[in-house]
């Protein structure tokens, strides 16, 4: 079954313990991406993967790292999580950015206290 | 700098009413338009893409129109299930920048017997 898979789904922690937020598709796509959805406004994204050891920053990448060194996998990483990064975190991933359809994981919902 | 939006925020109808959700552009210098579902506690289903040469776009019951020049796309949903409670969301897809993908914040629809 065609399928984005993130772990964890839920994730409590303290502020500044290191995570990771893991991603795994297995569709063969070539981009992939990170997003975050707060209630009030909307999924915001943090960043993106057009091909293996390429990544780009999204629209609120500031606390965040990724890495992109196989095809099917996009570990989102928060060095030193603070509280303002909880929230439903979702990852991404498409055949063909532009004419292609974006599909998505179940979710990881991050709390960070 | 484009804005997506979406009204009404949530709505509420009886089973088997045929209803629209809108979402509404700023800029029409878009490359596509994407119509998403979202089930609580769990990640987006792509619906419809449609690209920006095209009109609509149909799947089952589902039909979404695009009219670029006034900025605005509908997704009509026929006779109208319990099931299709959900929150649904536009994301257009800017021609400027086609890395980026922007969403609205949703219609949350939810449909009673």
């Known amino acids: 079954e065609a399928q984005v898979t993130q772990n964890p789904r839920y994730l409590i922690t303290v502020t500044g313990k290191k995570l990771t937020v893991t991603c795994s598709q297995n569709?063969?796509?070539?981009?992939m991406s990170w997003y975050r959805q707060d209630p009030g406004l909307g999924l915001r994204q943090i960043y993106y993967s057009m091909n293996v050891e390429v990544t780009d920053k999204g629209d609120v990448p500031e606390g965040y790292k990724v890495s992109r060194k196989e095809k099917r996998n996009f570990p989102l990483i928060l060095e030193s999580p603070s509280p303002n990064q909880t929230s439903l975190y979702f990852c991404?991933?498409?055949?063909?950015?532009?004419?292609?359809?974006?599909?998505f994981g179940e979710g990881s919902r991050l709390t960070v206290l | 700098k484009q804005e997506v939006t979406q009204i009404p925020a949530a709505l509420s109808v009886p089973e088997g009413e045929n209803l629209v959700l809108n979402c509404s552009f700023t800029?029409?210098?878009?490359?596509?338009l994407q119509w998403f579902r979202q089930d609580p506690g769990k990640g987006l289903t792509s619906l419809l893409l449609i690209q920006s040469s095209q009109r609509e776009q149909t799947s089952g019951r589902l039909n979404a129109s695009l009219d670029k020049s006034s900025g605005r796309s509908t997704l009509y949903i026929a006779a109208s299930q319990p099931g299709d409670s959900a929150t649904y969301l536009c994301?257009?897809?800017?021609?400027?920048?086609?890395?980026?993908?922007?969403f609205g914040t949703g219609t949350r629809l939810q449909v009673f017997p």
């Open positions: 994301a257009v897809r800017p021609s400027y920048n086609t890395d980026k993908l922007i």
């Open positions: 800029d029409s210098a878009i490359y596509n």
């Open positions: 569709m063969n796509h070539e981009y």
């Open positions: 991404a991933s498409s055949s063909g950015l532009v004419t292609g359809e974006l599909f």
